[in-house]
T-cell receptor, first 109, second 115 residues
């Protein structure tokens, strides 16, 4: 079975840094993904981790610890447009994505 | 990057009718496509995995006779919602996988409203 947990909501200030955590327990593992989704739109790819460690891409970084079943997405220099849902997803042995419930991030001025 | 299209982007239909949603990979060949469903304020739920030239694999709880999936070519998969009911109203999103496992691209989604 699949069990992916992340906080439901977070609020942060423009210009700040926010970390969104994700824990997972899955039967198969082919990598962990982070997606951004604005209301009414399809998800857009942010990051992919398959090995332990930190992957940095501009203002966004993602970390993975496979032994702990833990990942986080780090957003730096927050902008108002970063207000969105952030979805943690684990790819199983068949490469399908199993999504967490998503974290709704609100960036305030 | 790779582009995946969906058609229609939104559709309203009457209860009891059928609706077909198309998912196309525009600039790459997708051996595997996935269909997801998302209800308001909820996350994406995988409905089925579609492999070109073979039967789709459905997730537990998804009725294969109600949600017909056809993956006739490497660039096209279709989802047909048969005998639609208001509870089928949702946001349906497809994704297509390129060669590398992490290269999975989402379509823009289809919003279905059943009245």
């Amino acid at each position: 079975g699949q069990n992916i947990d992340q906080p439901t909501e977070m609020t942060a200030t423009e210009g700040a840094i926010v970390q969104i955590n994700c824990t997972y327990q899955t039967s198969g593992f082919n990598g962990l993904f982070w997606y951004q989704q604005h209301a009414g739109e399809a998800p857009t790819f942010l990051s992919y981790n398959v090995l332990d460690g930190l992957e940095e891409k501009g203002r966004f970084s993602s970390f993975l610890s496979r032994s702990k079943g833990y990942s986080y997405l780090l957003l730096k220099e927050l902008q108002m447009k970063d207000s969105a849902s952030y979805l943690c997803a684990v790819s199983d042995s068949g490469y399908a994505l199993n999504f967490g419930k998503g974290t709704s991030l609100l960036v305030t001025p | 990057g790779a582009v995946v299209s969906q058609h229609p982007s939104w559709v309203i239909c009457k209860s009891g009718t059928s609706v077909k949603i198309e998912c196309r990979s525009l600039d790459f060949q997708a051996t595997t496509m996935f269909w997801y469903r998302q209800f308001p304020k909820q996350s994406l739920m995988l409905m089925a995995t579609s492999n070109e030239g073979s039967k789709a694999t459905y997730e537990q709880g998804v009725e294969k006779d109600k949600f017909l999936i056809n993956h006739a070519s490497l660039t096209l998969s279709t989802l047909t919602v048969t005998s639609a009911h208001p509870e089928d109203s949702s946001f349906y999103i497809c994704s297509a996988r390129d060669r590398e496992p992490y290269e999975q691209y989402f379509g823009p989604g289809t919003r279905l409203t059943v009245t």
